[in-house]
């Protein structure tokens, strides 16, 4: 797992950040990384419990929030975030082709 680069990883929070706005759990998100974006479950597991440890206040409010029933349809996870995680991953990938040009 040492050949993963800085921007790959930035790019997996980036990621779960938009799993967060979805008000995705861990194991959604994780689901959906490896669904949608083919990401391995483990790096987006290291990932989110690094920005556990960074953001400790934020994730207890967001699991405390989690816990709350939601008047949210299911469907819409799936749907609305397939999307928005394949813009990120080409936008990812256009500004690596860009920064790799100059």
């Keep these: 797992m040492g050949d993963i680069s800085a921007s790959y990883i930035h790019m997996v929070q980036h990621l779960i950040e ?14 959906a990384l490896s669904k949608h ?3 391995k479950a483990v790096i987006t597991s290291t990932v ?3 920005l556990e440890k960074e953001n400790k206040e934020f994730f207890e ?3 405390q929030s989690q816990s709350q029933p939601t ?12 999307q928005p995680i394949q813009k990120i991953i080409y936008d990812n990938q ?3 082709s860009d920064s790799n040009d100059k």
């Design 18 to 31: 938009k799993c967060l706005i979805f008000q995705m759990s861990k194991d959604e998100c994780m689901e």
């Design 37 to 39: 974006a083919n990401i």
């Design 48 to 50: 989110w419990n690094e």
């Design 61 to 63: 409010s967001y699991t």
């Design 71 to 82: 008047n949210t349809p299911d469907w819409i996870s799936e749907t609305e975030t397939n």
């Design 94 to 96: 256009v500004d690596s």
